[in-house]
């Protein structure tokens, strides 16, 4: 068997969940791929966290001129691309058709199977700039003549990128639960580092300082909770281009002595077992792996319904409008603190389908790649 597999992100950054998503996932492939299959990585910017890693396996890399750095050599790049390679699928992971040019192109150069996926549910970017906005609803209209394959990670994600009359096939985003579970021990050893004892209630968030993840309606909601429980610690661990506004929101809500930003962690899971609460108020979503990772603790859960219901797989994971007010968002923690017992819930987890095995199964199949 001899296939040449091109996959197209717009960049790799450790910090992003689109880009570890796709490193994860065919790193995995390639290993489970027959011989003569090749994996390549097409990457429309100059960004690469992964360049050390992908160094060590089969899979290949090209790039492309950026398109807000030069729009003529992002076409010549990837005119140069369809031609110089023999490409048998290709598949384009985003968040929007703005830059639909190797789409149509791939269909003009008669790629036997051209893939869409759309991994969130909202760019707003896109619905911010009026060329944009027409850029991206053109390409809506075309795209089923484009692509072979219409996939989301979502409902709302299709919905977002094809329209709501367009038929498209959800794939379940995988998490690789291996650093994901609760214990008591890691639970008690990272309440220590934190300073606090059993009387307090942690609560917590993971993700990037940004816009997106809505971060100031989370200090609103935690200030309103600290009024009627004072013994409480909020934790907010990532890091972005929000966190200056963030400290200063902090100050100006007077609760600089109950935040704590902790920027970017590898130990996760620890901080999980220490919360009691994680809230995650999204302006949009694909469907964020941290809530998976985050309820193969037992970490009870309140996230915005901006985000797709198909995450909740324990009952202890409840959502709220945005426009709910910051009272209810807090009875709401209330009510799912110390209420669930924690040790048996990765099991749901990993038996709820967000695994690598399904998701490699079902690519497998669909590039036809069976060893």
């Known amino acids: ?141 075309h795209v089923q003549d484009w692509a072979t394959n219409l996939l989301a990670v979502s409902d709302q994600a299709g919905e977002w990128l094809y329209g709501k009359k367009t038929r498209f096939t959800v794939i379940k985003n995988p998490v690789d639960l291996t650093s994901f579970f609760y214990s008591d021990k890691l639970r008690n050893e990272y309440r220590i580092k934190l300073g606090i004892t059993s009387e307090f209630t942690l609560i917590g968030h993971v993700g990037r300082l940004t816009e997106q993840k809505n971060q100031f309606f989370l200090l609103k909601v935690f200030k309103k909770y600290l009024e009627n429980h004072s013994k409480s610690l909020l934790i907010l661990i990532g890091d972005g281009e929000e966190k200056s506004n963030i400290e200063k929101k902090i100050k100006l809500l007077g609760i600089q002595d109950s935040v704590k930003l902790l920027g970017r962690r590898t130990d996760v899971n620890g901080f999980l077992n220490a919360m009691d609460c994680m809230v995650f108020p999204s302006l949009y979503e694909g469907l964020p792996l941290t809530l998976l990772e985050a309820q193969a603790t037992g970490l009870p859960i309140v996230y915005s319904s901006t985000i797709t219901s198909d995450i909740e797989i324990l009952t202890t994971t409840r959502s709220l409008e945005l426009n709910t007010s910051t009272e209810k968002w807090a009875a709401k923690i209330n009510s799912l603190v110390n209420k669930v017992d924690r040790s048996k819930a990765k099991q749901k987890v990993v038996n709820s389908g967000y695994d690598y095995k399904s998701l490699l199964a079902t690519l497998i199949d669909l590039y036809e790649i069976k060893r």
């Open 1 to 141: 068997m001899k296939k040449n597999i091109f996959i197209v992100v717009r960049k790799l950054v450790k910090s992003g969940g689109l880009s570890n998503y796709v490193y994860s996932t065919y790193t995995k492939l390639m290993d489970k791929a027959p011989e003569g299959v090749q994996i390549h990585f097409v990457i429309e910017d100059y960004q690469n966290d992964y360049i050390n890693e992908l160094k060590k396996t089969k899979i290949k890399v090209h790039y492309i001129h950026p398109f807000t750095h030069n729009p003529f050599a992002f076409i010549k790049d990837w005119n140069d691309l369809f031609k110089i390679n023999q490409i048998d699928i290709i598949h384009f992971h985003i968040d929007n058709l703005v830059l639909f040019y190797p789409i149509w192109k791939a269909k003009k150069q008669r790629i036997r199977e051209v893939i869409i996926q759309s991994h969130n549910s909202f760019n707003k970017d896109v619905e911010n700039s009026l060329v944009k906005r027409t850029l991206n609803e053109f390409a809506k209209r």
